[in-house]
């Protein structure tokens, strides 16, 4: 094995030579593996060991077995003890998420802190069939299907190709020792159900199970690559970028083949799982509303509006008469020192002596209504954003600038008429947006 690895890691990652590398090593048979076949190739390696204090004195074990490695072996040595359970608790997360968000956010922390370029992890063919497995019996699309990755950016799995079967075999031959975790015999979780139930009798199915695998995976990965050429184009044709977040023309999506499947391409990475409401929203009525834990798609006359979820915000904000500028919740400039200009969506004119501070800023709600600037008649804030054809999302985001009850400006948008400058203007406050 080791000649394979060899050749394996010099074709495939010849980026790590001349480079320090830290490995992520439990103290188990694959880690420990990958471990002594990094050191016997002469690798720059140190040695990161995680505690997530879950198995007692076996875990406090863990870690001096592989502190002992380190020494052992003359490379450095990093360790860290987590409250896994409290951490998962705190977060809601199930005990083994928390153990790998932990996991990787403290490998990246020793990383970046002591100048290790790459973290490698020791995962095999074996630990992708179980991924392929889970993602399956949870339901994914090809992404979840195509399994774990050799290469993520900085963590790096070498040991990919290589089976169960083969790291023992090498270790056995190579007498070495290494740390049996009791967990792994548990069926308490759907990993560990797959690998001691399911696995086994699927691998024994051919003995070219794995191999066959290994070639499905990659059939599958070009499937993949393709598609994401496809979408770049898509995106392209059928995607806007909005102050607010993305436009989806629905025409455009609903021209192409495959409606259901481009929907899904387009949106499974925003975390949305609804997929029979969202391919509904296409012949919704406006205001008809998908949501995500992250984000929401809002059917919008003949588009789609794509935003991030975000917190209602009823807040009144006072401005006196000293004001000069503000940043929160917008960004206003006052100045009462100027000559007029003309008045435009984001400059306003006012003349000072029809104010009374201090002023508000507050969002819009129905039965607001305005006298818009150069319009004779006062008109409700909701038929003028008909009117003006704005968004449903951009309406959420309307802030009004009032003077006790009056409309202002509807900032980013209209002066109201009867704030304007007149001939027996003496005083004008003008009043800027900054986007």
């Known amino acids: 094995m080791r000649s394979e690895f060899k050749q394996h890691i010099s074709t495939n990652f010849p980026f790590l030579e001349n480079v320090k590398l830290l490995v992520a090593c439990s103290g188990g048979l694959d880690s420990v593996v990958l471990t002594h076949l990094l050191h016997t190739l002469k690798y720059n390696i140190a040695i990161a060991h995680c505690n997530f204090s879950l198995r007692g004195k076996e875990s406090d074990g863990d870690a001096l077995f592989t502190e002992n490695l380190a020494e052992t072996l003359g490379v450095p040595f990093y360790s860290e003890t987590f409250d896994t359970k409290t951490f998962a608790k705190d977060y809601k997360l199930s005990t083994q998420m928390a153990a790998r968000e932990l996991r990787y956010q403290w490998f990246e922390q020793v990383a970046e802190n002591?100048?290790?370029?790459?973290?490698?992890?020791?995962?095999?063919?074996?630990?992708?069939?179980?991924?392929?497995?889970?993602?399956?019996?949870?339901?994914?699309?090809?992404?979840?299907?195509?399994?774990?990755?050799?290469?993520?950016?900085?963590?790096?799995?070498?040991?990919?190709?290589?089976?169960?079967?083969?790291?023992?075999?090498?270790?056995?031959?190579?007498?070495m020792y290494w740390r049996e975790d009791s967990s792994n015999a548990k069926t308490d979780y759907l990993r560990n159900q797959l690998r001691i139930e399911v696995l086994p009798k699927y691998k024994n199915v051919s003995d070219k199970t794995l191999l066959n695998f290994q070639?499905?995976?990659?059939?599958?990965?070009?499937?993949?690559?393709?598609?994401?050429?496809?979408?770049?184009?898509?995106?392209?044709?059928?995607?806007t970028e909005t102050k607010e977040g993305y436009s989806l023309n629905i025409a455009k999506i609903s021209e192409l083949p495959n409606t259901e499947a481009l929907l899904y391409e387009l949106l499974h990475p925003f975390g949305f799982t609804a997929w029979n409401d969202i391919f509904r929203l296409l012949q919704a009525q406006s205001g008809k509303e998908v949501f995500s834990a992250t984000h929401r798609l809002t059917k919008d006359r003949e588009v789609l509006l794509l935003t991030e979820n975000t917190t209602e915000n009823n807040s009144i904000f006072e401005i006196s008469a000293a004001t000069s500028e503000i940043k929160n919740p917008l960004h206003l400039t006052f100045d009462t020192d100027v000559s007029f200009e003309v008045t435009n969506a984001?400059?306003?004119?006012?003349?000072?002596?029809?104010?009374?501070?201090?002023?508000?800023?507050?969002?819009?709600?129905?039965?607001?209504?305005?006298?818009?600037?150069?319009?004779?008649?006062?008109?409700?804030?909701?038929?003028?954003?008909?009117?003006?054809?704005?968004?449903?999302?951009?309406?959420?985001?309307?802030?009004l600038l009032?003077?006790?009850?009056?409309?202002?400006?509807?900032?980013?948008?209209?002066?109201?008429?009867?704030f304007k400058r007149t001939p027996q203007t003496e005083n004008l406050l003008k009043i800027s947006l900054h986007i």
Not at 367 to 392: A, R, T
């Open 114 to 175: 002591f100048d290790y370029t790459y973290i490698l992890t020791a995962h095999h063919v074996d630990d992708d069939l179980e991924t392929f497995f889970i993602n399956l019996s949870r339901g994914t699309g090809l992404k979840g299907l195509t399994g774990i990755p050799k290469q993520n950016e900085k963590i790096v799995r070498p040991l990919l190709p290589f089976s169960r079967e083969d790291i023992l075999k090498f270790a056995k031959d190579q007498n």
């Open 215 to 239: 070639k499905t995976q990659q059939h599958l990965t070009a499937s993949k690559a393709l598609i994401e050429d496809y979408m770049a184009l898509v995106y392209n044709l059928v995607l």
């Open 346 to 399: 984001h400059t306003v004119f006012i003349d000072t002596k029809l104010l009374e501070f201090p002023l508000t800023l507050r969002k819009w709600k129905e039965g607001d209504y305005f006298y818009p600037f150069g319009m004779k008649g006062k008109k409700k804030l909701s038929k003028f954003f008909k009117d003006e054809k704005v968004s449903l999302v951009a309406k959420e985001n309307v802030w």
């Open 402 to 418: 009032c003077s006790k009850n009056n409309i202002v400006w509807v900032v980013g948008y209209r002066l109201d008429d009867r």
